[in-house]
């Protein structure tokens, strides 16, 4: 049954790259084989739930622009969020994309208790089991808020207080169970305020620890329950805490393997965080690959004149081909997907701006992930790779690394050999216009 909300839109067809109604999609057709895979089975797209149902369009010099219905001020919360759910799920048929992620405090009011906020988080999971099993719309992940409420200023598992300690693994454990029982493939963890702003008031060891017991308890209950999918750490830096834990891919693998997690824990990776981070998306995303910890994405872009995560969409295809190459690269996703982490400009505030906004970038994606497929193909890019290093495939280089050499044996060779290695070009520029071939 129609909320109105959407007037009505039907749902979006594939047209065809001719196509020039905004409404249609041209580049995205779920059913098209690329590198022997439906594209709707690579790309796994999600629409997430916070950004387009929860955000009310403000900044920090101006109020909502949107006026959602669902936000309006002296509303019941719980009718409100049933409304926001009913909104949701027209959308996401309007889109006919597979997936949808969402934190607990996006679906549900907080409560005057945790016991309270459960009920209500329970109360909507309930909803949402039924419309899953209506729409055949399914859960990428869940995950638990836990750095909006003002108890969480000082972090949540790297707290100095042990009571919000707790507070925070029993809220994660609610939202895991709902995770689990909407049949949901990973689990995030996003620790917006695990970090410190000055060292004045921080133990950072102590912090740390706690942080790593606190994921080792996430881990333990996850086998606990039999939840089968990927627990995954979403890196961020800076924003909101000035020195976050998580700055990046290389700081957060770092950190799993000082705590045993790395067989177990692997990277939920954002566009807008790695260029926080001072980083390109795929320098993240082949630092996760090369680690062997590359599970999923929030796809989104920064605007490069801003110090901040402006979270657009994404829209830019030679950037999305190099992205999706990386993935490519590592196999494509398993439990992991393409999460629409952007949201709206403030001015754009009617309902169709939803549905463009996903469609236009869905089709972008669609574009990468075949440039990327092509670039894999034609095989020049990774044959050039191989080809610079295949000195260390000789069995006297390969020895080098496995531990059968010494500085003294390799001084030996040098000076034995009269060794006077020449620079080789890196053909950069090359490379680049390769890439342009295929975007």
């Not at 249609?24 to 149902?53: I, P, Q, S």
């Not at 019941?76 to 027209?90: C, G, I, R, S």
């Not at 000055?198 to 881990?219: A, K, S």
């Not at 605007?303 to 999706?324: I, K, R, S």
């Amino acid at each position: 049954m129609s909320t109105g909300f959407f007037g009505d839109l039907q749902p979006i067809q594939f047209a065809g790259p001719e196509s020039k109604d905004p409404l249609t999609y041209r580049h995205y057709n779920k059913d098209e084989v690329v590198f022997g895979k439906r594209m709707e089975d690579h790309l796994r797209m999600a629409v997430c739930y916070w950004h387009n149902f929860c955000w009310p369009g403000s900044d920090p010099f101006g109020g909502e622009t949107f006026m959602r219905s669902w936000m309006a001020a002296g509303g019941n919360p719980m009718d409100q969020a049933k409304l926001k759910a009913d909104v949701a799920f027209e959308m996401f048929q309007i889109l006919g994309l597979p997936f949808f992620t969402f934190h607990d405090r996006d679906i549900a009011p907080e409560g005057k208790t945790l016991a309270e906020s459960n009920a209500n988080v329970n109360a909507i999971a309930d909803i949402f089991d039924k419309k899953m099993a209506d729409t055949g719309v399914k859960l990428l992940w869940g995950t638990a808020n836990m750095f909006s409420n003002r108890r969480f200023m000082s972090g949540a598992a790297t707290n100095p207080d042990p009571d919000v300690f707790a507070y925070a693994a029993a809220q994660v454990k609610n939202a895991m169970d709902v995770t689990a029982r909407l049949k949901g493939e990973n689990y995030v963890l996003w620790g917006g305020r695990e970090g410190y702003e000055t060292l004045l008031n921080t133990n950072i060891r102590q912090e740390l620890d706690q942080l790593g017991r606190f994921l080792n308890m996430v881990v333990e209950y996850k086998h606990k329950i039999g939840f089968t999918g990927t627990i995954l750490i979403e890196p961020k830096p800076q924003e909101p805490s000035k020195h976050q834990y998580d700055y990046d891919v290389g700081t957060v693998y770092g950190f799993l393997k000082a705590y045993g997690l790395e067989n177990e824990v692997k990277m939920n990776i954002e566009q807008g965080h790695a260029i926080l981070a001072g980083h390109s998306f795929e320098h993240e995303l082949h630092m996760a690959r090369s680690f062997g910890i590359l599970g999923s994405v929030d796809m989104n872009r920064n605007d490069y004149q801003c110090g901040w995560d402006t979270d657009h969409f994404g829209m830019n295809v030679p950037e999305l081909a190099l992205a999706y190459y990386e993935i490519l690269m590592d196999g494509g996703f398993t439990t992991g997907g393409t999460n629409f982490d952007a949201k709206l400009r403030r001015q754009s505030i009617d309902p169709v701006d939803l549905i463009q906004a996903h469609v236009g970038s869905a089709d972008a994606l669609a574009r990468g992930l075949k440039a990327a497929a092509a670039m894999i193909e034609d095989g020049r890019l990774k044959g050039f790779v191989d080809d610079r290093y295949a000195g260390w495939q000789k069995p006297e280089n390969a020895d080098i690394l496995k531990g059968g050499s010494s500085l003294e044996a390799l001084a030996d060779r040098v000076h034995g050999t009269n060794l006077e290695p020449q620079p080789k070009s890196g053909k950069q520029e090359y490379l680049e216009s390769l890439v342009n071939l295929f975007v």
